[in-house]
């Protein structure tokens, strides 16, 4: 959600800041915009609604010059898509602001500021910042202060970003909960929302702290914590990939992403298994002994993430016999939960940065959880730096708003926790080897499954005129078909949803008729013929299946079914497996729809507000 750029820098940084927001735009968007100060301390800024080529058009058309800028993507959260609303805002026609998250408070401030004299032109809560700073100015002894003192007065969570045209060599940025990260150049120094946007001018950065608030100028960086007083944040080398906006030989980031889980899963793999023997190391210091002493796990994740620990419950439960539980970061945060004798809480996201369940996290810590663990892909993230363990997946960028590689990773990562708790509970050796040894094959299996992309492509026509579909699974596939009905939500706009298929009978088969495509899940596993039983009652009730099954599993396709086989797997591995056969339905019934399909409607991949 949102994406934040900025610079200090002795050349003109325009086309720095347009890449830095190129780089970003999977994050999700609606406009864009770019403030500079030129040598003449004069302000000047470009707003265009839509995509932040339509703003790199229009600073072709009239070039912004300057070494001093700020720049912004918008997810509109208050006020409309417009570009009115869009950032960076204004006050006083010296100072630029741009924010992301949310000022819970901005209907007060606004008032307040409204009998003070200023008048609002947007419909954003932002503004009340560029106002307020501009009113703390009239008495701070600088910019910085200005907006330590009006960061006192914000309800909610922000990264934001503020510049003084009369102070043309200096920016201001202030953290909470919304997070940001400082650039190191020669003679130029950088601020982002993530340091994907930064990585053609730099790779050493450091990560600001709740409530820091930094002063940033070409030679110098300055950081005050919450209290106001100075503090080092380390800054540090990151070896990242620069490279991710080629799509190649795909037409979609979300496809390009799909094709890579193979050699995303290779990775997550490498150096973590030896034979068969996982080194516990891979998920931090002191693992060894927390997982010794671990009695339940508490999961909290949001989205695509929290269908994987619901998986990962499974697994918990039946193989390393410890219990577990699941919640949405949303709902955990705002109950009140016991917390079990010396329980783990694992948080599970794709950035680390998802707000509610970095929030989540922090409560936890508070309720006395024995330890925290994240399942995360991105290093240097909040959710890893606050977390006592962490395993990172290893998927590398995803830039599709759809989660693909970085689901299967992090089903990776999470029985590779099961694995390793297991060891401290009793799990048996030859649990253990199966563990590993379906790992292993993992990679190979999957591509074998992407080799019925064709087939799947044909049964997507089917659904050229649907407007709504069911998904089915039992047990660890539940949180599949779950999984399967989001992405076609996601990307295709059909509505769809999914129920273990032991629940028809309680409510959804009111819902069957020759109209409701009805996709199940059919791995070959101790549930098979309960499910069959299930897929009868649908085609009782001239429903038109689609089953993605396990040739073993024997089901035969006729003029009520259509059947794609599933290479066989392991048990231990076929929630994985079976992913891949609903992410291609997903991406194909997309195409035909004529979607969006890597930046659909509505979504954000990085959800950093609550």
Not at 98 to 110: A, C, F, P, T
Not at 219 to 240: H, M, Q, T, Y
Not at 471 to 491: H, S, T
Not at 501 to 512: D, V
Request: with cysteine; charged share 25%; proline share 3%.
């Amino acid at each position: 959600m949102c994406g934040i750029v900025g610079a200090v820098a002795q050349r003109d940084v325009a086309d720095i800041l347009v890449e830095g927001l190129k780089r970003l735009e999977y994050r999700g968007y609606d406009s864009a915009g770019v403030a500079i100060i030129n040598n003449d301390k004069q302000l000047q800024r470009s707003r265009r609604l839509g995509k932040v080529q339509e703003l790199a058009d229009a600073l072709i058309a009239t070039p912004l010059f300057g070494g001093t800028g700020i720049a912004h993507t918008r997810w509109a959260t208050h006020g409309a898509p417009s570009e009115v609303n869009a950032h960076p805002h204004l006050s006083s026609d010296n100072i630029a602001v741009v924010h992301n998250g949310i000022i819970e408070n901005h209907k007060e401030l606004r008032e307040k500021l409204q009998t003070l004299g200023y008048v609002f032109v947007s419909e954003t809560d932002t503004e009340v910042i560029a106002h307020l700073v501009h009113h703390e100015l009239k008495t701070a002894d600088s910019l910085v202060q200005a907006v330590q003192k009006t960061a006192l007065q914000l309800d909610g969570a922000y990264g934001t970003v503020v510049m003084d045209s009369q102070d043309k060599d200096r920016i201001v940025v202030a953290r909470s909960g919304s997070p940001l990260v400082i650039g190191y150049g020669v003679g130029e120094n950088f601020i982002a929302s993530d340091m994907m946007a930064l990585l053609p001018v730099t790779r050493k950065f450091s990560f600001l702290e709740e409530g820091d608030v930094a002063e940033i100028t070409r030679f110098s960086v300055n950081i005050f914590d919450v209290e106001g007083l100075p503090v080092e944040r380390e800054a540090k080398e990151r070896e990242v990939a620069q490279d991710i906006g080629d799509k190649g030989e795909y037409r979609h980031y979300m496809l390009k992403e799909t094709y890579e889980q193979p050699t995303a899963i290779r990775n997550t793999l490498e150096g973590r298994l030896i034979g068969h023997a996982l080194d516990v190391n891979t998920f931090g210091d002191g693992a060894d002994t927390i997982f010794k002493e671990i009695e339940h796990v508490q999961i909290i994740a949001c989205g695509t993430s929290y269908h994987s620990g619901m998986v990962a419950r499974y697994w918990l439960e039946s193989l390393a016999g410890v219990s577990c539980n699941i919640e949405i970061a949303s709902e955990f945060r705002y109950r009140k939960s016991h917390v079990p004798k010396n329980a783990l809480i694992v948080t599970i996201s794709q950035s680390g940065e998802t707000a509610d369940t970095l929030a989540a996290l922090r409560l936890a810590k508070e309720l006395g959880y024995r330890a925290s663990l994240t399942i995360c892909n991105v290093t240097g993230s909040s959710l890893v730096r606050e977390s006592d363990l962490a395993f990172m997946t290893k998927a590398g960028a995803e830039i599709g708003v759809a989660s693909t590689k970085a689901f299967t990773t992090q089903l990776v990562g999470l029985l590779m926790m099961t694995l390793a708790i297991g060891q401290h509970n009793g799990m048996s050796e030859n649990v253990q080897h199966d563990i590993a040894q379906s790992l292993l094959t993992l990679p190979n299996k999957l591509d074998e499954v992407l080799a019925l992309a064709n087939s799947i492509e044909d049964l997507a026509e089917d659904f050229a005129d649907k407007h709504h579909a069911l998904f089915l699974g039992r047990g660890d596939q539940y949180p599949i078909a779950m999984e399967g009905a989001l992405k076609l939500k996601e990307i295709s706009y059909i509505h769809a949803e999914a129920y273990a298929a032991g629940e028809l009978k309680h409510g959804p088969l009111a819902l069957i008729d020759a109209e409701m495509p009805v996709i199940v899940v059919a791995p070959q596993n101790d549930l098979i013929e309960k499910l069959k039983s299930n897929v009868e009652e649908v085609r009782a009730r001239g429903g038109l299946m689609y089953v993605f099954a396990d040739a073993d599993a024997k089901f035969e396709s006729d003029d009520t079914m259509k059947v794609i086989n599933v290479p066989h797997c392991d048990d231990l591995i076929a929630p994985i497996v079976y992913t891949l056969p609903l992410q291609l339905l997903s991406y194909y019934v997309a195409i035909i729809k004529g979607t969006d399909v890597d930046q659909p409607r509505n979504l954000a991949k990085s959800v950093t507000v609550e």
